[in-house]
């Protein structure tokens, strides 16, 4: 004959977990008549093996009675120290026994809302970098507009001074006219004072042929309004 001693191997081995836990425990138990026995050392109720009975018919709750009620598969009850457990009661395969996996019912629960929290936290650090690689986005759209923006009143600036130094400094007579079908009067340069012998001021806000008789012209009078209109460039003689 061959004994072992299970307290050497089989309670060790049915008694480890995969991971900590403060609760959990494997039990082994068997039908004796209307008891049911516990067939290995209890984690929360030592020298237990074997010793260990409690009647089914009244402690139906127990997840070792509800094995032998024909309940297979994971429950929610009390265990023999009176707490709610989750349990998991399976079958062991060519022998009358049954094996109950259980852990305490709070610390399932508080796993539970760890990895939640754990996952949440994680999508709420996605989210927020998400919202600042959009803001990052926007602030770099905004400054490449405003750069856009710079340039183009840089550019019409530089245009606008290139154009008073022109008017200012050119030996011809320039004009500058206002509304293409009555062309007002705004300026002209000092060259047209001193050909034309004016003064521009008091003649500011007045069609242009009014102040300069000379000008009122049907063909130039067509050039004005034309050029006025569509812009362009366009060269006569003979006036």
């Known amino acids: 004959m061959i004994q072992l001693d299970p307290t050497t191997f089989l309670y060790p081995l049915i008694q480890k977990w995969p991971t900590v836990t403060k609760s959990g425990e494997t039990i082994l138990v068997c039908k004796d008549g ?26 139906r709750f127990l997840p070792a009675s509800l094995a032998f009620s024909g309940k297979i598969g994971i429950v929610e009850t009390l265990d023999y120290r009176g707490k709610p457990v989750v349990a998991a009661i399976y079958p062991v395969h060519g022998t009358p026994w049954f094996s109950v996996v259980k852990i305490d019912r709070d610390e399932v629960y508080r796993l539970l809302r760890k990895t939640i929290w754990t996952i949440w936290s994680f999508v709420l650090i996605l989210i927020s970098m998400a919202a600042l690689g959009i803001g990052y986005r926007d ?41 293409a079908d009555k062309l007002i009067f705004v300026n002209c340069n000092l060259p047209a004072n001193t050909i034309l012998n004016i003064d521009h001021e008091p003649l500011l806000g007045k069609e242009i042929f009014e102040m300069i008789p000379a000008l009122a012209n049907d063909k130039l009078i067509e050039i004005y309004r034309r050029i006025a209109l569509t812009g362009g460039v366009d060269t006569t003689s003979g006036f």
């Open 139 to 179: 602030k770099l759209r905004d400054k490449s507009w405003l750069e856009r923006q710079f340039g183009l009143n840089l550019e019409k600036q530089q245009y606008a001074e290139r154009l008073a130094n022109f008017t200012k400094f050119a030996n011809d007579m320039i004009f500058t006219l206002d509304e």
């Open 34 to 59: 209307d008891y049911v026995t516990y067939l290995n050392e209890l984690r929360f109720n030592k020298n237990s093996a074997f010793k260990l009975r409690y009647k089914i018919s009244e402690n």
